[in-house]
C-alpha cells in the first residue's frame, strides 16, 4: 500500500494541533488534504488564517456539515474534548478511520472520563474498542484499528520514560512523581488573559496541582503495562516558551541497587527497549536533554540518572508537545494504520537553534 | 541606631548580585555607598558598565587592593566563589563586618566544602563563627555577626518551603524531592555560549542532575533544624526567563493523615509559622504562586497543596534569585546586623507585568 | 505643601497602567490612597488579583459609583479610552484635580479627536483647558492644571527625541520619519488571541501602518513647539518582550552640515536642552540605549548619531511604556501639580538584568 | 540531472548557519552529505554537537585539512569572515564549485571589501568572476557559477523590498531607509556576553548606527539593479528572539502620486514581478507580515503601504535570516547551480507557532 494515497480530513483546522497537522500533511507524499473543516472559518483560505501555509495550501476551510467528510478515508479531529465523540459513530459506519487528537476516546473508564471531562460522553461503547494511540506500547493494534485515540501531550511524555522501568517491575509503582512543565502552546490557540505574553513570559508557575485530566490518562496507561496499582503525583507548570514538554521523573528502586554497575544497568534496560523504535531516543549516560533538541520534530529523548547511587532514579524525557505530543504521534499513528513507513512525512530534524 | 549612616563596600559589583546590590543600596536611607571595587575594570563609572544606574551612581570602580575598604562598616562580597575568603581574616581583623555573597563559609564542614567548590579553604577556622544568613532561622544570631554567609538561591526557596514541616516533625524527612527551576541569571553575568539566548530561550532542561553544589547546603540547613538525617534529591532546572527561582517540593507525610481536615492543618502550620514575618508569603489554599509575583521583589511566597488527599505533601515556593535569593537577602542581613527596620530599602512591589 | 498627604483615587486598576501607578503609589511618601474603583471586581481584595502587591496594600476594589471619589484631591483615570471623559466635569466641579492616562484630553482639535477615536466627546469645551502632561514642554501649565491629559506612550518618546531639534529649527519638518517599537503591554492587559505569547514571541511585525491614533497627538505635540506643518511618518512595530518603546527617529537637517563638528553640535544642543531635567538622559556620543536601562524607571534615555557624517540625523530615544510613557509620567505630573519634588516616589533604578 | 546525487562538503559545521545547512541538507534527495570539517571539534560526531540531529545524521567533524573536500562536487563554506577566500582558489582549481555564506566574495570593489572587512583580501581576482548569490536577480548567472558569494541576511531582507522599485524608477534612490531588526541568531554561536538571555531578552536596542558591513553590500545591490547612485540610510535593531529579520524600508516616491489608485499601482508591480519567483511572496494590500510567519522556511513575504496616501512608501519585508538570508538560499543556489528544481529540499512550511 506504500504508494496508495489517502484522502485525509481534518476537522478543527483552526487550532494549534490542527495548524501542525497541516504542517505534516501539506509534503506527505501519501496523502492528499480534502477537506479542512471550521465551523466559524468557513469559508476563509487557511492560508490566510495561517500566513506560514502561503504557496503551500490553496484550500478553503468548510463546513463540517457540507459532506465531504465522507469522500475522505481518514479523519483527524483536531478539536476540542467533546467533539469527536458526536461525530465519531456516523463517519466509522461509513467505514472512515478516525484519529482523534483530544480526549474523547482515551480513558477507557466512562465513569472517570465524565468525572475529569465533567460532560456526559455521547457514544460510551466506543470506549472499549478505541486503540490508545501509543505505538510504542500499542502498535499491532493500531495497524487494525478503526478509531485511535491519540495520546495527550505530557502522557506519552511520562509513559513512554517509564515502559521500560515498569515492564521489568524494577521500581515501586505506589510512589511515582512526575514534575512536568509545558511551553504555552498546551494550552491551545485561543484568546486569553492567561496565556498572553505579558501574564505568562519572563514567569514561571504550577497549575492544577489539586488535579489535572491527564492523571487518570498516565495511571491508565501505567497501570495497562505494568499490571499493579499505581500510585502517582502529577504536578504540571508552565514554562515561558511556545513549545515542548519536559517531563521530570521520580521513581523509588523496589529493591535496593547498591553497586554502581547498576546505573549501567538502567541505561541498557532503556537502550534495549528503544532500540527498534524511530521515535524514542535513549542519550548516552549523564545526559540533559533541552526541549529545543525536538522543536517541531517527532522525538522523544529520554536520559536516566541515579543521583549520587541512591534508591531514586530521575527520568528526564522531552518531547515537542505539538508533534510527539500531538499532530506528529497522530501522524505516525496514521502510517501505522494505513501499512506506510512509520517515518513517512515525519523525518525533519528539529529546528535548532 | 535606625538613622546612623553605614558606610558599605562592595567588592566584585560587575556581576548580576553586585548590580543587584547597588540597585537596592543607591536609595537606602542609612547606607554610603563608599567603595565599590572590581579589579578588571578599576577607574571606569559604575554607571558606565550599567546605565540603569545613570542618574543614580557616580562612583566608579576601584582596586580592591586601593585600600578604600578598610573605611566601610561593612563589605559585601559579590564575587565569585573562593574570593571572600583570601580577605575577610584581614577584613575581620580591622573590625569590618562582612557579608559574602558567595559560598565560602555556607558550609560548617570544611571536607565537605572543599569536596563540592574543588578548592582548599583559605580560611577553615571562620567557618564555625560564620553565621547563616537566613533570617528565619538564625535572626538573632545575625545581629550580632561579624561574618554572614547570604544563603544560595536554591536554598533559600527549598528551606523556607520545609522549615515549618521540619520544625513540627510532620514528615519522612528521608524521602525528599526538591525540583527546582531557576532563570538564567542564576549563572552570573559571563560570556558563555550556554546562557546565550539561541541556546536557552524557547528550550527548557535540567542540569546537574548527578549533583550540585546547592545539595549540601540545603541538607545542612534542614538537618540542622530536623534534628534528623536528610534523604534529599535536589534537581535544578534552566527556565527561559531572566529572574526567578520556582521550587516544587514533594514530601511524605511521616503518619498518614486520611481526614480531609488535615489540608487545613499544614495551610494553618505555615501560617503561623511565617505570620510574623516579613518577607514570607503563605498565599490562601489553593494558590499557584508565579515567579512574576516577586520579580525584583525580596518576597518568599508560599503554597502548600496534597493533591487528592493522598501522602505526598507538594510545597510550591517562589523567589527572585537575585533578591531574597542573593541581594535582598543579603540587605535584610545588613538590615539586622545595624539594627534597622528589617524591611528598610526593600519595600518595593514586584515589577508586574 | 511638601509634607502634606494627597488623597488619590484610581479610577480603574484593573489594567496593566493602573497596577503601575499602584507599585509606585503604594511607597509615595505624600499619597495615601484613597479609592480604587473597578465596576468588575468592586469588593475583591487589589492583592488578589495582583499578588505582587500582597503586604504593600489592603484595600479593595470598590465600585466608581459609590462616592468615594469624592473625598479625593486628586483621581487618576487608568481606563480605557473614552471613560474619563464622562466623569471629568462632575469631579472637576467638585474641586477634584485629574489626570488621564487614557487619550480623552490629549488632542486640541475635537474633530481629529472624534475622527480617530471614533466617537463624540462627552466634553469638547475640556479639551482647551485640559494641560497636555509632558513636564518637559509644559511644566508651568501643569502645576496650576486641574486636568491633565496624560501623554501617550509612543508620543512621549518621539517629542523628547525631536524637541531640541524642533525648537532650534535644525531640521526640515515636513520629512519625519518615526520607526517606533514597543513591548507587548502596551496593548494592555485583556483576553486577546493577538497578545498571546505564542503568537507574538518569537516574532517582530509592524502593525496599524495605515494609521495609528497616536500619529496626530504626536504631530499636534511636534507642532506647537515648532510652529511648522509637520511631515512625519509613524509606523509601531511589536516586540516580543513585556515593557519598552525604543524609538528610531530619522531627520533631514534643513541646511546640509559638511563638517564633522556638527555631530559634536546636536550632541550639544541635546544635553543643554535637558540638562535640569530629571528624567531625560542623554548618553554619550556613540551609544545604543537599550529598553531595559529604564525597565520599570521614569527616564528616558536618548543618543544622537550622524551615520557617515551625512544629512539624516538619527535619534534614539527609549522609555518604558508603563513608567515614562505611562503611570510614571502621572506621578511626575501629580508631584508638579502638587508642588512637590519632581522625582518623589520615582527614584527607583531600572530592573537590570 | 534531477535524479543526479551531489557530493557536498561543508567547512564550520559548528556555527548557526553550518547547523541550518544540515538540518537542510539531510533530507535533500539529491545530496550525499560527504565532508563536515571542523578543526577544533574533528572527531566528534556531529550529532553529539547537535543533538537535534541525532538519528539523522552519523558523520563526525573531519580536519579541513585530511583531503575530503577533494571529493566533493560542492562546497559551502559556513565559516567566519576571511575563511573562504583562503581555500578558494585551490578548491575551484579542483573543478569543485564553492557556496561561501560569509562575506568573502560579496563585494565587487577590492578596497570596500577591505575596509569594511578591515583584512586584506585574499584572492581578490576572484571578486569578479564571483556571482553574487541573490537568484532573484542573478539566476541566469548562478546556473554556470563556480563560485557563488551567498548574500547576507539584511541585503537579502532589504533588495527583495526594493527590486521592483529600483527596476521601475519609481523612487529617489538617493533617500532610502532601512530600518532593519534581527533575532539573535545572526550574531552567530559563540561565548558572548553580549548575547547572552540575561542580556538580550527582554530588551530591544539599536547597534551600529555609526555604520554595519552589511551597507556596503546593499548599496552595491541596489545600484546594480538601479543604475543610480544610493542614498542608503541603515539602521539594524536586536529584537529579543532566535530567528527572524524584519525590514521596514522607507522610500519617497520620485514623482508625487496624488491619485489614491497609485498603491494599486506599487501593489501590482509587486505582484507582478515576483509572480514567478518560488520564494518571494507578495501579501494582500494592508498586510502586516510577521518574522514567524518564515521561521524555518525559505520565503521572504512582502507588503506595501502608502500612509495617508503621501509621498513616502513603506515597505515590510521579512525573512528567516537562517534560511533565506543564509542557508536556505545557499540550498537554493545549489539548487539552480546543479540544474535541479529550485524547491528541491526548501518545500517546508514556516514552523507555527
Redesign the interface.
Known amino acids: 500500500m506504500t504508494d496508495s494515497i489517502i484522502k485525509v480530513g481534518v476537522v478543527g483546522g483552526t487550532g494549534?494541533t490542527g495548524?501542525e497537522l497541516?504542517?505534516l500533511l501539506?509534503?506527505h507524499p501519501n496523502v492528499r488534504l480534502t477537506a479542512i473543516t471550521s465551523r466559524s472559518e468557513a469559508g476563509m483560505p487557511i492560508a490566510e488564517l495561517?500566513?506560514?501555509?502561503?504557496?503551500?495550501l490553496s484550500l478553503k476551510f468548510t463546513d463540517p456539515e457540507n459532506g465531504e467528510l465522507a469522500n475522505c478515508d481518514l479523519v483527524y479531529f483536531a478539536t476540542p474534548n467533546g467533539v469527536a465523540m458526536k461525530s465519531a459513530p456516523q463517519l466509522l459506519g461509513q467505514g472512515i478511520r478516525i484519529i482523534d487528537l483530544a480526549a474523547d476516546f482515551r480513558l477507557k473508564n466512562q465513569e472517570v472520563w465524565e468525572h475529569w471531562y465533567e460532560q456526559e460522553h455521547a457514544c460510551p461503547e466506543l470506549l472499549a474498542t478505541a486503540v490508545y494511540g501509543l505505538p510504542e506500547v500499542n502498535r499491532e493494534q493500531i495497524k487494525s484499528a478503526q478509531l485511535v485515540a491519540n495520546p495527550g501531550c505530557y502522557p506519552t511524555s511520562v509513559q513512554l520514560g517509564l515502559l521500560p522501568l515498569l515492564e521489568s517491575n524494577c521500581i515501586d509503582t505506589m510512589?511515582i512523581?512526575a514534575?512536568c512543565?509545558s511551553?504555552?502552546?498546551g494550552a491551545g490557540?485561543?484568546?486569553?488573559?492567561g496565556?498572553?505574553?505579558?501574564?505568562?513570559?519572563?514567569?514561571?508557575?504550577?497549575?492544577a496541582?489539586?488535579?489535572h485530566r491527564h492523571l487518570p490518562e498516565i495511571k491508565q496507561g501505567l497501570q495497562a503495562v505494568s499490571n499493579r496499582e499505581i500510585?502517582l503525583?502529577?504536578?504540571p507548570?508552565l514554562?515561558?516558551?511556545?513549545?515542548?514538554i519536559?517531563a521530570?521523573i521520580?521513581t523509588?528502586l523496589s529493591r535496593v541497587n547498591s553497586s554502581s554497575e547498576n546505573t549501567d544497568f538502567f541505561q541498557a534496560l532503556f537502550e534495549q527497549r528503544y532500540k527498534d523504535e524511530?521515535f524514542v531516543?535513549v542519550?548516552p549516560p549523564?545526559s540533559?536533554?533541552?526541549?529545543?533538541?525536538?522543536?517541531?520534530?517527532n522525538?522523544c529523548?529520554i536520559a536516566i540518572?541515579r543521583?549520587?547511587n541512591?534508591d531514586?532514579l530521575?527520568i528526564?524525557s522531552?518531547i515537542d508537545n505539538l508533534v510527539k505530543g500531538a499532530a506528529g504521534q497522530a501522524v505516525q499513528n496514521m502510517n501505522i494504520m494505513f501499512g506506510l513507513n512509520e517515518s513517512t512525512g515525519l523525518?525533519?530534524?528539529?529546528?535548532?537553534?
Open positions: 494549534y495548524v497541516l504542517r501539506v509534503n495561517f500566513p506560514s501555509l502561503r504557496k503551500h510512589n512523581i514534575d512543565k511551553g504555552v502552546s490557540r485561543k484568546a486569553s488573559l496565556t498572553s505574553l505579558c501574564e505568562v513570559s519572563e514567569s514561571f508557575k504550577a497549575y496541582v489539586p488535579g500510585g503525583v502529577f504536578v507548570h514554562v515561558p516558551m511556545i513549545r515542548g519536559h521530570t521520580y523509588r524511530p531516543d542519550l549523564g540533559h536533554p533541552d526541549t529545543r533538541s525536538v522543536k517541531g520534530a522525538h529523548r540518572h543521583p549520587l541512591g531514586t530521575v528526564l522531552v523525518n525533519n530534524p528539529a529546528l535548532l537553534p
